[in-house]
Structure formats: C-alpha cells, structure tokens
C-alpha cells in the first residue's frame, strides 16, 4: 500500500505558529487532505488541496505541496489550546491511505 | 449541517460472536467506507461500496468481513466472528461524489472484544 509519514508529536506555545508535516508516495493523489481528531473523537475534515495547487489557505490554516517532493504541510497560525488534537495527514488515489497522526499539544 | 452517524458508539462483544456496526450516510453521497484505527495506530482502509457492491478492499477485510446497504439510507459492517485483534474504532465515512474532494467520516463505534 501507500506510506504516508508524519512526525509524531508537535509541542508549540500558545499564540505561536504550528507546522504539520506529512510526505506521501502515491504520486496519482488527486486530493491531498487534513483531518483532526480529539480524544475519544472521530475524524474531523479541516481542509483539502488538489494536487494541482501549491497553496490554500482557509482562516487560520495554510497547506502546502511540494509535488514534486511529495511533502504537504499544515501550517496552523495563533494556535490556541483548541488546537490540542491529532492531525491526520491523508491521500486519495482510489483508496484514501491516513498517516500515521502527529499529536499536536499547545502549552498555554 | 448534515452529519455521518454511527450506532452504537461503544460495542463489547466476546470472541467468536458476530456484530453488526451501523451508519447512515449523509443523504445524497454515493460512496461509502469503512476504516477501523485500533488504538494508538493510524486510520486503515477497509473497504469502499458504491452502487450496491464493493468497489475496493483491503487485505484486512477478508471474510469475517462484510458490507451491507439493506436500504436507502443505512450501511452496516458485519464481522461473523470477531478476533481479540478486531477490537478498534470503526469509523464509517461517505463522499457525495466522484470529485472526492470531501469526505465526511461519522463519530466512530468503539468495538472491544474480549
């Protein structure tokens, strides 16, 4: 199958900017995704980029794609102690392939 | 906002018995999925359905496994003879379209098999 990679755990302060990283093999990926999941929670879509863009920012979220390196980043600006969760990189092919989630913890 | 939901939210059963996990899509998609993630792992691939039969699986989805859409609006993963290993959360997710660009998963239902 598809790997998909991330870090996993992120520890920022409060008011900083986070970055998410994630590296993908599939190089057909039509949709490259976001998801967020709090404890004893399921999977909370927060954005998407197709594959042809290299930037999309939403509010305080900017994604982006290297295709070329297969790297995609979540970038979370003013991160505030909501923000506490995992984040779930993931692909679509004809499967959706998830990395393996970076627990991201905001220290107020 | 329409919404994935899934039934029962906590499942324990004993080795050996089968169980049925439910969702309900959102209304007007066409796909559906099954994921499991057991604790502390990442999101797995189960098996997508689209136009009342399976379109893709994955090697975890063998045939203690099966998938069901009995009507217009539920869609049910049945394990005949679940494992200690099959204890995880089931996440049941559906897409309107073929544009994939959105998929919403439910809440999950917590199967333990003990």
């Known amino acids: 199958g598809e790997d998909v990679e991330q870090s996993l755990f992120l520890s920022v302060r409060e008011g900083d900017s986070s970055v998410i990283n994630c590296t993908y093999t599939?190089?057909?990926?039509?949709?490259l995704y976001w998801y967020k999941q709090e404890p004893g929670a399921g999977l909370q879509l927060l954005t998407y980029?197709?594959?042809?863009?290299d930037m999309k920012q939403d509010q305080r979220l900017t994604v982006l794609l290297n295709k070329k390196d297969k790297h995609l980043s979540l970038r979370i600006a003013d991160t505030q102690t909501g923000d506490s969760a995992i984040y779930f990189c993931?692909?679509?092919?004809?499967?959706?392939?998830f990395g393996t989630g970076t627990s991201l913890t905001v220290i107020p | 906002e329409p919404e994935v939901t899934q039934t029962p939210s906590h499942q324990v059963t004993q080795m050996g018995q089968e169980v049925i996990l439910r969702c309900v899509p959102i209304?007007?998609?066409?796909?559906f999925y099954w994921y499991r993630q057991i604790l502390g792992q990442k999101v797995e691939f189960l098996v997508s359905?689209?136009?009342?039969?399976?379109?893709?699986k994955s090697e975890i989805f063998d045939d203690q496994f099966s998938v069901e859409r009995p009507d217009g609006s539920n869609f049910t993963l049945k394990i005949r003879s679940t494992k200690l290993e099959d204890s995880a959360m089931y996440f049941c997710?559906?897409?309107?379209?073929?544009?994939?660009?959105?998929?919403?998963f439910g809440p999950g239902t917590r199967l333990t098999v003990t």
């Open positions: 993931a692909e679509s092919g004809n499967q959706f392939y």
């Open positions: 599939d190089s057909s990926s039509t949709y």
């Open positions: 980029i197709f594959s042809n863009m």
């Open positions: 209304s007007n998609h066409l796909y």
């Open positions: 359905f689209y136009n009342n039969e399976i379109s893709e």
């Open positions: 997710a559906s897409i309107s379209g073929l544009a994939r660009n959105e998929q919403y």
